[in-house]
C-alpha cells in the first residue's frame, strides 16, 4: 500500500511541475518576443 501510495504521489508531482514548466515556457515566449 505504502508503494502504491507513493507512485500515486509522484505522478502527480510529475504532472504539476511539467504544467508548471509548460507556463513558465508560455510566459518566457511571450516576454523573449
Not at 507513493?6 to 504532472?15: A, D, L, Q
Request: net charge positive; aromatic share 16%.
Amino acid at each position: 500500500m505504502r508503494n502504491i501510495v507513493k507512485g500515486e504521489w509522484s505522478s502527480s508531482w510529475k504532472k504539476e511541475v511539467s504544467d508548471i514548466w509548460h507556463q513558465i515556457a508560455k510566459y518566457e515566449y511571450i516576454i523573449s518576443h
